[in-house]
Structures are given as structure tokens and as C-alpha cells.
């Protein structure tokens, strides 16, 4: 079936809303398994991937607790990497046009991988459709496998040596990755990287992440000073790479 103005087959929405959905949602396993590692009860787990449910904060999270951060800094830590949901929010907002009373339980399914479907959609009916396939397909899934995880998490021993916290984070940038396209993205996806991997052997963890959260600032003062040197004329870089 195809929307009435023109945009993608239902079908094929709901197949690539479905992928997404079914294979970040089955790293909710590796989360479950890494935060019982990390100290974590199974109730604790569980709650964090229900009510706070965007894995790149969760994982930071447990990251920096099982790191033997400050529980306060590992959580400011997990916070600041959940604010660019806010972000999210306001250019979703405008893209799903939902009822007022929706509103509240569609705003926790704003995370990355909807935010990414929604966006690669041409039409509203589109958008709806990716953003809540996404969003129920993931949030049942990455729920089930953290509970699932979490169980089995004495009998796996050691996720160090099982590399598990790392898929999270890896399936993360898989899905960042292809969404860095203008030069301004990749200068301040490269000095995030830079900051991130260079302070993490001096500061506490959980702190490295807050460091590097200011590339994206600093590069945009910078672009600014460099806009106002030379004028409009050399800004085709960047706009004419943007989404």
C-alpha cells in the first residue's frame, strides 16, 4: 500500500523500520549481561532499560560505575548524553504532529534509531509509521534481552573477556556513522574522539564524556569566526554536504 501523497509503500517502512528495531533491540542482551557485571542489580538493570531506555547513556553509565567512577559523575555522564534526545525532540515534534495526549508516550521512544528512521522519511504518514515501529519493536525487544541478559549474566563470568560492552556502543556509531556527511560533523565527531580517547588515562571515568561533549561547541564558535572572516562565498562546504 502506498501513502495517498505519494511517499513509500507502507511495507516497505514497516521492513526497514523492523530491521533497525530488531537489531539494536537484541543488544539490550549485551546491556543486561554488562551492567550485572558492573554491580548492577537485576532490578536496577531492568529499570534503567524501561524508564530511562537510550542505550549509549546506560551503557556510559554502568561503563564509568564499573570503571570505579563517582556514581554522581557516571550519571551526569549517562544525563548529558540523553539531552541530545531533547534535540531530537524539537525537529520530531514538527515531523509527527501528534495529538497533545500522545505526546508524553511517543517522547520516550525519541532516541537515536527513531529519530534516524523518522528522518529518512518523505512523508508524514511515512514518518508515523517508521517512528512507531521503531520505537515499539526496539523498546519490547531491548527490554526482553536486557531481562534476559541480566539472568544470565553469572553464567556468561567475565563479559571483559566477552567484549560485551562494547556492542552497544558499537551499534551506536554504526548507525551515527552514515549521518556525519558535512565537513563540520566530521571535524567535531574527530576532536570528540580525540578528547574522549586522549583524557580517558588521566581524568575520572565518566568525565572523559563530558570533555568531549564540548567538540560541538567549540567547533561551531570556531566555524562562526570563520564565517565572519570570510564571508558566505566559502561556506558551499558545508551546506551544499548537508542532509
Known amino acids: 500500500m502506498r501513502s495517498e501523497d505519494g511517499g513509500k509503500p507502507d511495507a516497505a517502512v514497516v521492513r526497514d523500520a523492523l530491521g533497525v528495531g530488531v537489531a539494536v533491540g537484541l ?19 531492568c529499570a ?7 542505550g549509549a547513556s546506560q551503557f ?22 540523553g539531552v541530545r534526545n531533547a534535540f531530537y525532540g524539537l525537529r520530531l515534534s514538527q515531523l509527527l504532529a501528534l495529538p ?22 518523505p512523508t508524514r504518514r511515512s514518518v508515523r509509521i ?8 526496539l523498546y519490547v525487544l531491548w527490554n526482553l ?20 560492552d562494547a556492542a552497544g556502543p558499537a551499534v551506536f556509531l554504526a548507525l551515527l556513522a552514515p549521518m556525519i556527511k558535512t565537513t563540520t560533523e566530521r571535524v567535531v565527531a574527530g576532536l570528540a574522539v580525540v ?40 561556506d558551499d562546504d558545508t551546506v551544499g554536504e548537508g542532509r
Open 145 to 164: 534481552t536486557t531481562l534476559l541478559g541480566a539472568l544470565g549474566a553469572d553464567a556468561i563470568g567475565d563479559t571483559d573477556a566477552w567484549g560485551l
Open 60 to 81: 556510559a553509565l554502568v561503563g564509568a560505575l564499573a570503571g570505579g567512577g563517582n556514581p554522581f559523575t557516571a550519571a551526569a555522564g549517562a544525563f548529558f548524553l
Open 100 to 121: 497533545r495526549a500522545v505526546r508524553p508516550f511517543a517522547a520516550q521512544w525519541v532516541i537515536d534509531e527513531t529519530t534516524a528512521v523518522a528522518l529518512a522519511q
Open 195 to 234: 578528547l574522549g580517547l586522549g583524557l580517558l588515562p588521566v581524568l575520572p571515568a565518566g568525565v572523559p564524556v563530558l570533555v568531549a561533549a564540548l567538540a560541538a561547541p567549540a567547533v561551531l564558535w570556531a566555524e562562526g569566526r570563520r564565517r565572519a572572516r570570510t564571508g558566505p562565498a566559502e
Open 130 to 137: 517508521g517512528f512507531t515501529v521503531t520505537g515499539l519493536t
Open 27 to 45: 543488544s539490550g542482551f549485551a546491556f543486561g549481561v554488562t551492567s550485572v557485571g558492573s554491580g548492577l542489580t537485576l532490578l536496577q538493570t
Open 48 to 54: 534503567l532499560s524501561l524508564l530511562v531506555f537510550t
